[in-house]
């Protein structure tokens, strides 16, 4: 049997999508192109195949799979207006054929302040609006997902899997939707239901209650990670410590201009104190000396070459 993407996935549903599915042999009748002619069975799983996954009038029905099929008509009826070729077929289909109230289980793919969007068996679109949940359920925006206020491990978000009742069924040509309600106590996140109170919150992960700064917890890593980058810490504190003792101290702040007009003044009135003066004469003295004893050596070599040439 031909099956959609879902079919692979039917036994990971519960059984109300399971008994919203139904085998059956049906004898149809099919329109194919002369063209198609020269290989009936061909043509034939072919327009077979367009079905899958579609809303189908005269089945009332989404056909879900495609069995062996037999073609019935040994002569080709060709229509009056259409130039096609009317064939009898017998098929095996699998039908999905949901009806109000009934159980269904799908994937959340979408969650808003006012929705939730699921897909059920993989491929047919399904909504529960606000107005169709109990009240207990309040929209946590910061977390973007539903939660019970009377069981706070209950909790619906993104791929977490729902089990809702039919409302009501939208069929529009070839399309085909849903329109789901949590009214009931056993509608909800299943992983939720599962467990019985002792279920799993967001998309399989344990629910963990709120917690305060002093209770956040940790690993036994992260705790190992701690202490090394505190002892690191500690070495370059006292690495820097050292260092710092080491290095000369910085320069003063610089002075005022009232404290720095102070200095100059000071250091004018020593400049003219007795005992510099008497030094600075010294200097001068001392330094004329020097000066004198340099002439005197450059002149007496200058009278021996004189004395020399006469």
């Known amino acids: 049997m031909r099956a959609g993407g879902a079919a692979a996935s039917l036994e990971d549903h519960d059984g109300g999508c399971l008994q919203s599915l139904q085998k059956v042999v049906t004898i149809m009748q099919l329109d194919l192109l002369p063209s ?29 799979a495609v069995g062996p099929h037999k073609v019935l008509s040994k002569e080709a009826v060709i229509q009056p207006y259409f130039p096609l070729c009317r064939l009898k077929v017998q098929v095996a289909l699998l039908l999905f054929t949901p009806q109000e109230d009934a159980m269904l289980t799908g994937r959340v793919i979408q969650v808003g302040q006012d929705f939730i969007g699921l897909l059920v068996l993989g ?17 946590e925006s910061q977390a973007q997902e539903w939660r019970s206020s009377k069981h706070s491990k209950h909790v619906i978000c993104n791929d977490s899997h729902v089990q809702f009742t ?7 040509e070839a399309f085909f939707s849903i329109t789901g309600r ?10 939720y239901l599962a467990g019985k109170g002792k279920g799993k919150s967001c998309a ?10 002093s209770e956040l917890p940790s690993s036994q890593g992260n705790t190992n990670d701690c202490e090394k980058s505190s002892k690191k810490k500690t070495k370059h504190d006292k690495h820097s410590k050292g260092r710092a003792t080491a290095e000369p101290e910085q320069a003063a702040e610089p002075m005022s201009h009232h404290e720095s007009k102070k200095r100059k003044k000071v250091e004018v009135q020593a400049a003219n104190s007795p005992a510099q003066k008497s030094e600075s004469k010294k200097r001068k003295s001392a330094e004329e000396k020097a000066v004198e004893q340099q002439e005197a050596g450059s002149e007496q070599p200058q009278k021996k070459r004189k004395k020399g040439n006469a």
Do not use: C
């Open 123 to 139: 491929v047919i679109n399904a909504s529960i609006a606000k107005s169709e949940m109990r009240s207990e359920w309040t929209w």
């Open 182 to 191: 949590l009214m009931s106590k056993s509608t909800g996140a299943v992983e």
């Open 36 to 64: 198609k002619l020269g290989d009936v069975h061909a043509g034939v799983e072919d327009l077979l195949n367009d079905m899958l996954m579609r809303y189908d009038e005269g089945l009332d029905a989404v056909v879900m």
């Open 204 to 213: 399989g992960t344990p629910a963990t209650k709120p917690f305060k700064g």
């Open 166 to 172: 039919v409302a009501s069924v939208q069929k529009l």
